[in-house]
Nanobody
Framework: VQLQASGGGLVQSGDSLRLSCAAS????????LEWFRQAPGKEREFVAG????????QYEDSVKGRFTISRDNAENSVYLHMYSLKPEDTAVYYC???????????????WGKGTQVTVSS
């Protein structure tokens, strides 16, 4: 499967953004979809994940209550709605697909190209 993330940009602290990730290939609806991010000088980290049915999403603690992950299997897309953005959310955001929840970069099967999110204070 091929993934392409979009929707990043430069925003101010407190603003919102919606990231999108479009997928091509078969069996999209069977994949677990995750978002990761990587800030300069830091390791890539898990942000959010969602299973095939869209139930029981998982979030990294620092984004709980601010970010929402959703998916549209008919559109082969996954979204990350980001609210109350903070400067520490600045990173390149990547969408990823796999067969299980990994929460770790090592467990991801497919990666998309990232999209830059910059939050100014």
């Amino acid at each position: 499967v091929q993934l392409q993330a979009s929707g990043g940009g430069l925003v101010q602290s407190g603003d919102s953004l919606r990231l999108s990730c479009a997928a091509s290939g078969r069996s999209f609806s069977s994949y677990v979809l995750e978002w990761f991010r990587q800030a300069p000088g830091k390791e890539r980290e898990f942000v959010a994940g969602i299973n095939w049915s869209g139930s029981a999403p998982q979030y990294e603690d620092s984004v709980k209550g601010r970010f929402t992950i959703s998916r549209d299997n008919a559109e082969n897309s996954v979204y990350l709605h980001m609210y109350s953005l903070k400067p520490e959310d600045t990173a390149v955001y990547y969408c990823a697909a796999g067969f299980i929840f990994s929460r770790r970069p090592e467990g991801v099967t497919y990666w998309g190209k990232g999209t830059q999110v910059t939050v100014s204070s």
